[in-house]
């Protein structure tokens, strides 16, 4: 994984897409939310919840930003990154089959969080066992 250029373009813009995600989820709850049919205002407990996962997801896109410049951390960023996405695309397919379907917007982050998780992983079986590549 040392200098792959696809792996350290995936982690940039996870990192971004997180930061941004996060940044808006932590700071801006409510309005976010709202987009989606969500109601948070005047439920500490939800805004709480959705708070930390906020918080998750900048912890997640910091990591995944080191791994950009610093090898020794590039392996166990894109796991992070590609199992954050998995993890967020699957509970939501779960949650479909359980619960219904949610607002177009939902839908949408389910499919981009898995195609990008599944890029992560393909990328990451390509690349595992690469120490000088430069694709």
């Known amino acids: 994984m040392k200098n ?3 792996l350290k373009v995936y982690l940039l813009l996870s990192g971004i897409l ?5 940044a808006l989820t932590s700071f801006n709850p409510i309005e976010i939310k709202a987009n989606e049919g969500i109601i948070l205002a005047g439920n ?4 709480n919840d959705v708070r930390s996962f ?4 900048i912890a997640t896109a910091f990591f995944s930003s080191i791994g950009v410049f610093k090898e020794s951390i590039r392996k166990p960023a894109i796991i992070s990154v590609f199992t954050l996405f998995l993890s967020l695309g699957l509970g939501r397919v779960l ?3 359980l619960d219904g379907f949610p607002s177009d917007g939902i839908v949408k982050a389910t499919v981009l969080e898995l195609v990008l998780g599944i ?3 393909t990328l990451f079986s390509v690349y595992k066992n690469k120490s000088t590549s430069t694709h």
Do not use: W
């Open 4 to 6: 792959s250029k696809t």
């Open 18 to 22: 997180l930061s941004i995600i996060g």
């Open 44 to 47: 500490p407990s939800a805004l």
């Open 54 to 57: 906020g918080m998750l997801l």
């Open 95 to 97: 949650s479909i089959a």
């Open 119 to 121: 890029i992560g992983v």
